[in-house]
């Protein structure tokens, strides 16, 4: 079968018509979405101390060979809880319990009701210095979107809990906010 010019044109045409109307845009123009760089660490004092630990009320932190600075040497369990205005701890192990009051310049920690858990006694209060919290951030998406990942304790030297998983959202400005409250903000990149 022989085409005539045209019909051959309008093929042309109407197959460039076609092409244009898809858009066809270059692949170089996408966007990633950024990254964090590393693991986000904030350290406890008066300005941070309030707003990261409200992040983590109520989470049971486990230290597994106990938390040296506050005098227990196996298994200990710190749970913070109250509110961020007066946060309040729960220092439990397979002795008992010691509660007490939670104040920042560091971790301070002020016995209220002491059992066989720890040698202070009620009214004893114990700086921990350096204290810090990090949260495994690194290599996460800056999209606003929900995340879960492993945060832990440190408290002094080679004091670390293990790792426990908090729900959180990085926003794209790097952001970091865990059940509502602001953490701390990461150093964004762009992943590859």
Do not use: H, W
């Amino acid at each position: 079968m022989r085409m005539n010019r045209l019909t051959l044109a309008s093929i042309v045409i109407s197959g460039g018509l076609l092409m244009s109307s898809c858009g066809g845009g270059s692949s170089s123009s996408t966007t990633s979405t950024p990254v964090v760089a590393s693991d986000t660490t904030v350290t406890i004092n008066a300005t941070t101390g309030p707003a990261s630990i409200a992040s983590v009320m109520n989470v049971p932190a486990t230290f597994p060979n106990g938390i040296a600075a506050l005098g227990t040497t196996k298994s200990t369990t710190l749970t913070i809880k109250g509110t961020a205005a007066a946060p309040t701890f729960e220092l439990t192990t397979a002795d008992g319990t010691s509660k007490g009051n939670l104040s920042f310049g560091s971790c301070i920690f002020t016995f209220t009701s002491v059992t066989a858990v720890s040698p202070f006694p009620a009214g004893a209060t114990v700086t921990i210095n350096p204290c810090s919290v990090t949260l495994g951030t690194k290599g996460q998406s800056a999209s606003g979107l929900a995340q879960s990942g492993g945060l832990v304790f440190n408290f002094g030297v080679g004091q670390i809990s293990n790792p426990f998983t908090v729900p959180y959202t990085i926003s794209s400005n790097g952001t970091i906010t865990i059940n509502g409250s602001t953490f701390g903000t990461g150093t964004l990149t762009t992943g590859s």
